[in-house]
């Protein structure tokens, strides 16, 4: 460590995040590596050391013989101070050595609102901001994630993207670029051979050009780039790399225990949850297998708690066998088990009382919406029985409270449906009073709303968000409404939601308005202390762009989009079809019971879709 470091580390907060030296971090010889990735997350070391897929990529790259890939997280406001103050540029974890001196420089990106913190992490890197000014092969920008399916607002910013997962692509992009650097090829060059590599887009290679409205007209292909852009897929789980010796944190991290990942996809297909397209087709691990790495997960990690996570963990094939299995191991060791986003309609009791011999952990549910009509217009395919069906198991079992998730603003929803939510909770609290077997403990019902955002490759991709206005008419109408004893309400802030909505429906024109709202001081915005609404709206004026164009304005079906030119193997006449049966309030089963035709089967060697 530096002295500069040294010195400044004991006044900031959480100096753990920013010294590495972690058990399991992999560190190699600078001298016979020949190609070194600065790998960052745009977020705080304690979300980025949770994310699954950072840890997947991280042990991918490091395999690699002659690549060394380093961590580098974004600092929180206090040390950006003291770096920026004291001449320290972002650095790596491993090394200590500043993200300049790397061959690439790797984002993945879950969430529109770290787009500030990508562009703030490679000012603080001293690093060219945009794709353009940087010339040479060094200092490749390229970046993936779950939120990288439209890309555009990050076009100006990023040489390239990774659509799709990553296991097996970024050893072929990595690869290319040994090539490319050891025969002196120019970027130009290397961009021209990166973009055939599947999954991969050089958006430098599409121009798009917009009408006086700023709508988008055209996009321009240019010669030799692919027309479009379909996501990387792993064909088979259970021979992907599962990092089980990953790196064990100095600190507590959100996640703070052994993540078992049971499968990628979700048969659902609730029709606002761009995850639940996105990933398709469902590939689930095998039981045996997962149990083996969750046998050394935890015995390398020596945690006492290991998750078993995917987008719908209760739809996993083989959950009660899986469960039970590690159940004979984690019990007598005193390691708690647990299964996050259960469904509330195949939620069994007896794997209720399995779970909560060790810990036992929170209830929560995603209704989404209080009325069965709306239930079914987003496909959220549980009913009400079942919701009380479930609550009434658990509190018997024991549990005294329950968290419900909603959301407001849904495409058709009205205020029937707003004070649907209010009849629901005071049903699950008659269903406590009747079924619960310790009563003097009272009950607490959380309840949360979140603001509708319409995403990319959903069947809602086209709806309008409505206003921030309207919004807090409908939070405001659920709250006088809501039996206010026993429930605790939070709602999401409206702001946050819209430019949440604008980034995720954006365009390439929202790089000049990213650029704009970091010279205003725009970054960490999902934290509430450093979220400044009103820094992002001076942004979008002084760019004359309205965020409008993106929210409340909607899109019409067959207007050109701005993530046209990438496919996840979902069609759109799909996605149509899916939107005018929400119009209908008609269900479409989960992919399990029944092939929808999506299109996403086709991605699997041999699949078949009944298109
Ligand atoms: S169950 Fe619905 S909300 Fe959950 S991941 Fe699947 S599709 Fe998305």
């Given at each position: 460590?530096?002295?500069?470091?040294?010195?400044i580390?004991p006044?900031?907060?959480?100096?753990?995040?920013?010294?590495?030296g972690?058990y399991?971090?992999?560190?190699?010889?600078?001298?016979?590596?020949?190609?070194?990735?600065?790998?960052?997350?745009?977020?705080?070391?304690?979300?980025?050391?949770?994310?699954?897929?950072m840890?997947?990529?991280y042990?991918?790259?490091?395999?690699?013989?002659?690549?060394?890939?380093?961590?580098?997280?974004?600092?929180?406001?206090?040390?950006?101070?003291?770096?920026?103050?004291?001449?320290?540029?972002?650095?790596?974890?491993?090394?200590?050595?500043?993200?300049?001196?790397?061959?690439?420089?790797a984002?993945?990106i879950?969430?529109?609102m770290?787009?500030?913190?990508?562009?703030?992490?490679?000012?603080?890197?001293?690093?060219?901001?945009h794709?353009?000014?940087?010339?040479?092969?060094?200092?490749m920008?390229?970046a993936?994630?779950?939120?990288?399916?439209?890309?555009?607002?990050?076009?100006?910013?990023?040489?390239?993207?990774?659509?799709?997962?990553?296991?097996?692509?970024?050893?072929?992009?990595?690869?290319l670029?040994?090539?490319?650097k050891?025969?002196?090829?120019t970027?130009d060059?290397?961009?021209?051979?990166?973009?055939?590599?599947?999954?991969?887009?050089?958006?430098?290679?599409y121009?798009?050009?917009y009408?006086?409205?700023?709508?988008?007209?055209?996009?321009?292909?240019?010669?030799?780039?692919?027309?479009?852009?379909?996501?990387?897929?792993i064909?088979?789980?259970?021979t992907?790399?599962?990092?089980?010796?990953?790196?064990?944190p100095n600190?507590?991290?959100?996640?703070?225990?052994?993540?078992?990942?049971?499968?990628?996809?979700?048969?659902?297909?609730?029709?606002?949850?761009?995850?639940?397209?996105?990933?398709?087709?469902?590939?689930?691990?095998?039981?045996k297998?997962?149990?083996?790495?969750?046998?050394?997960a935890?015995?390398?990690?020596?945690?006492?708690?290991?998750?078993?996570?995917?987008?719908?963990?209760?739809?996993y094939?083989?959950?009660?066998?899986?469960?039970?299995g590690?159940?004979?191991?984690?019990?007598?060791?005193?390691?708690?088990?647990s299964?996050?986003?259960?469904?509330?309609?195949n939620?069994?009791?007896?794997?209720?009382?399995?779970?909560?011999?060790v810990?036992?952990?929170?209830?929560?549910?995603?209704?989404?919406?209080?009325?069965?009509?709306?239930?079914?217009?987003?496909?959220?395919?549980?009913?009400?029985?079942?919701i009380?069906?479930?609550?009434?198991?658990?509190?018997s079992?024991?549990?005294?409270?329950?968290?419900?998730?909603?959301?407001?603003g849904?495409?058709?929803e009205?205020?029937e449906?707003?004070?649907?939510?209010?009849?629901?909770?005071?049903?699950i609290?008659?269903?406590?009073?009747e079924?619960?077997?310790?009563?003097?403990?009272?009950?607490?019902?959380?309840?949360a709303?979140?603001?509708?955002?319409?995403?990319?490759?959903t069947?809602?991709?086209?709806?309008?968000?409505i206003?921030?206005?309207?919004?807090?008419?409908?939070?405001?109408?659920?709250?006088?409404?809501?039996?206010?004893?026993?429930?605790?309400?939070?709602?999401?802030?409206?702001?946050?939601?819209?430019?949440?909505?604008?980034?995720?429906?954006g365009?390439?024109?929202?790089?000049?308005?990213?650029?704009?709202?970091?010279?205003?001081?725009?970054?960490?915005?999902?934290?509430d202390?450093?979220?400044?609404?009103?820094?992002?709206?001076?942004?979008?004026?002084c760019?004359?762009i309205?965020?409008?164009?993106?929210?409340?304005?909607?899109?019409?079906?067959?207007?050109?989009?701005?993530?046209?030119?990438?496919?996840d193997?979902?069609?759109?006449?799909?996605l149509?079809?899916?939107?005018k049966?929400?119009?209908?309030?008609?269900t479409?089963?989960?992919?399990r019971?029944?092939?929808?035709?999506?299109?996403?089967?086709?991605?699997?060697?041999?699949?078949?879709?009944?298109?």
């Open positions: 460590m530096n002295n500069k470091l040294e010195r580390l006044n900031v907060q959480k100096p753990a995040r920013y010294v590495g972690e399991g971090q992999t560190v190699k010889d600078k001298a016979s590596v020949d190609l070194r990735v600065a790998f960052c997350f745009p977020d705080t070391y304690e979300i980025g050391m949770s994310n699954l897929g840890r997947i990529l042990a991918v790259m490091n395999q690699m013989d002659g690549v060394w890939c380093e961590r580098v997280f974004a600092p929180w406001a206090d040390m950006e101070e003291a770096m920026i103050q004291n001449d320290i540029p972002l650095y790596a974890l491993e090394s200590g050595d500043p993200i300049s001196d790397f061959d690439m420089i984002f993945t879950g969430y529109e770290s787009y500030t913190n990508v562009l703030n992490m490679l000012r603080l890197g001293n690093i060219p901001l794709a353009s000014e940087r010339k040479g092969l060094s200092q920008v390229f993936g994630g779950a939120c990288m399916y439209n890309p555009e607002p990050l076009a100006d910013f990023v040489d390239f993207f990774c659509i799709g997962e990553g296991e097996e692509m970024t050893p072929e992009i990595l690869n670029y040994r090539k490319a050891r025969e002196g090829w970027k060059a290397f961009l021209c051979e990166v973009c055939k590599i599947e999954g991969v887009y050089v958006p430098s290679l121009e798009h050009i009408g006086d409205q700023g709508e988008l007209l055209e996009i321009r292909v240019k010669e030799g780039a692919p027309k479009q852009i379909r996501k990387r897929i064909q088979n789980l259970d992907a790399l599962y990092p089980t010796e990953g790196i064990v600190l507590e991290i959100v996640h703070d225990r052994s993540n078992l990942e049971v499968m990628r996809g979700c048969i659902r297909g609730c029709r606002f949850c761009q995850a639940g397209f996105t990933y398709r087709p469902v590939r689930p691990r095998s039981p297998l997962l149990q083996k790495q969750a046998v050394e935890l015995e390398f990690s020596g945690c006492h708690e290991i998750t078993l996570s995917s987008l719908s963990t209760s739809d094939y083989a959950l009660e066998e899986l469960a039970g590690m159940l004979d191991y984690c019990t007598p060791r005193k390691i708690s088990l299964l996050p986003s259960l469904r509330a309609d939620f069994s009791r007896e794997l209720m009382l399995k779970l909560q011999q810990k036992k952990s929170g209830l929560t549910f995603a209704p989404e919406a209080g009325t069965q009509r709306l239930r079914d217009a987003i496909n959220k395919n549980v009913t009400e029985e079942e009380l069906h479930t609550c009434a198991i658990a509190f079992g024991g549990w005294n409270s329950v968290k419900l998730y909603f959301m407001l849904l495409p058709t009205t205020d449906d707003v004070l649907g939510i209010a009849d629901l909770v005071y049903k609290y008659q269903t406590w009073r079924n619960a077997s310790n009563k003097k403990r009272g009950v607490r019902i959380h309840v709303t979140a603001f509708f955002v319409p995403k990319p490759f069947p809602f991709q086209w709806e309008k968000q206003t921030p206005e309207e919004y807090l008419r409908r939070t405001k109408l659920l709250k006088a409404n809501m039996p206010a004893k026993f429930v605790e309400y939070k709602y999401h802030e409206a702001d946050l939601s819209r430019l949440e909505a604008v980034l995720a429906r365009d390439r024109r929202l790089g000049a308005v990213l650029e704009e709202a970091v010279n205003r001081g725009c970054r960490l915005d999902a934290w202390e450093y979220f400044n609404y009103s820094a992002w709206c001076e942004a979008f004026d760019c004359k309205d965020p409008d164009h993106y929210t409340v304005r909607g899109f019409e079906e067959g207007e050109l989009l701005p993530w046209q030119t990438i496919s193997g979902v069609s759109t006449a799909f149509s079809r899916e939107r049966k929400a119009y209908a309030s008609e479409t089963a989960d992919c019971s029944q092939c929808a035709g999506c299109g996403a089967n086709c991605l699997l060697e041999g699949g078949k879709c009944n298109a």
